[in-house]
């Protein structure tokens, strides 16, 4: 089979990937559903579909926690079904991967390992700051820039990067993504209304009901069970518990934002104040994120069109542009020194 290039975002909740032979971009969830523990019985979207619904013989798995490869053998599995259905071979391909920052060295290698030593054989393996692919996914010019910050909120985290003149200045990554905010969604909604409900409801909860921007009065249906009668029931879910649900994690993500403000060098700090901060991540789409993030940092903030594609259309400009390749590094190069 043919070589191909791909350029490759592993995110906690999703998958994206730039498919340069097929000139297309796309996206998986990042979950892989086992039949008594031993045989794979979905992947992918499919595998999604059957969380919290499988019966007790096949466990619903997610590869990737807080950012970060967390069952490699199981991630390792996914992708190579995701990338090569068919099974056939697909030796000798190259692999741009974004990657977060303020992860540990062996964290990221475990990133390069995922396709260096797989059945893949890669030809090449690069690798990309996460925040650096979200800023060429923007359009910025990375290398003239002198002060670029970027606000990734993703699935399992928020990574927040500072940027200038091609490279990082400041990173952090806040273990605070969609899928905490539906954990806070879901216990409060237990603790409050002694009613049970699943990570996805939660999750639709969220959605629709948003940050900002919605009458203080809209309720939603959901299904549940209720815990002092053990009855499986519908139930009216006001907008104001899930906003209360909310709060405390994203006030954590703005105190992170600041934070890093207050670190950042004056004169890189003077153009983030003028020119204001980016949203990406699929949790940009969280309606009133933008406007809240405004209020609570003082910043204009900047969404960018489809958030969650961001960094993927990031890596398909950098495979295409010789100049933004060399934002990338391979863990095998002699200057780059991992453990040291
Ligand atoms: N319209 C929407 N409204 C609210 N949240 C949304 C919307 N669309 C997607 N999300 C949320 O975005 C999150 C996924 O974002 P994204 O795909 O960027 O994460 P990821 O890259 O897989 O995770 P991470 O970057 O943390 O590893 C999910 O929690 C999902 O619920």
Not at 292 to 315: D, F, H, I, N, S
Request: glycine share 8%; with cysteine.
């Amino acid at each position: 089979m043919a070589r191909n290039v791909y350029g490759l975002d592993l995110g906690t909740y999703e998958i994206k990937v730039y498919d340069k032979k097929n000139e297309k971009i796309w996206k998986e969830k990042d979950v892989i559903a086992v039949q008594n523990r031993k045989y794979v019985f979905a992947v992918g979207d499919e595998a999604y579909e059957m969380y919290e619904k499988a019966p007790s013989n096949i466990q619903v798995v997610f590869p990737m926690q807080n950012g970060v490869i967390s069952h490699f053998e199981d991630m390792q599995y996914l992708l190579t079904n995701l990338l090569n259905p068919e099974r056939k071979f697909m030796r000798g391909s190259e692999y741009v991967i974004a990657v977060p920052t303020d992860v540990t060295e062996v964290e990221k290698k475990a990133f390069f390992d995922l396709v260096s030593y797989s059945t893949a054989r890669a030809r090449e393996v690069k690798i990309v700051e996460r925040g650096i692919a979200d800023a060429v996914g923007l359009g910025l010019n990375i290398f003239e820039e002198k002060g670029i910050l970027i606000a990734n909120f993703g699935g399992g985290t928020t990574d927040i990067s500072i940027l200038s003149s091609g490279g990082m200045v400041l990173n952090k990554l806040v273990k605070i993504g969609g899928e905490y905010l539906d954990n806070a969604v879901a216990n409060l909604v237990r603790h409050n209304r002694d009613f049970l409900i699943g990570r996805l409801t939660a999750e639709a909860l969220r959605k629709e009901f948003g940050v900002f921007d919605q009458e203080a009065h809209a309720t939603m249906q959901v299904a549940g069970r209720n815990l002092i009668t053990g009855v499986p029931q519908l139930t009216e879910i006001p907008i104001g518990l899930v906003r209360a649900a909310l709060r405390e994690p994203l006030k954590e993500c703005v105190r992170a934002i600041l934070s890093m403000l207050d670190r950042t060098p004056p004169d890189v700090r003077k153009v983030i104040e003028k020119r204001g901060m980016y949203l990406t991540g699929g949790l940009a789409n969280l309606r009133g994120l933008d406007i809240y993030l405004q209020e609570m940092t003082g910043l204009r903030v900047r969404k960018a069109p489809r958030p969650e594609l961001c960094a993927v259309e990031g890596l398909k400009k950098i495979i295409w542009n010789k100049e933004l390749k060399t934002l990338t590094y391979s863990m095998l190069d002699e200057d780059y020194r991992w453990l040291r």
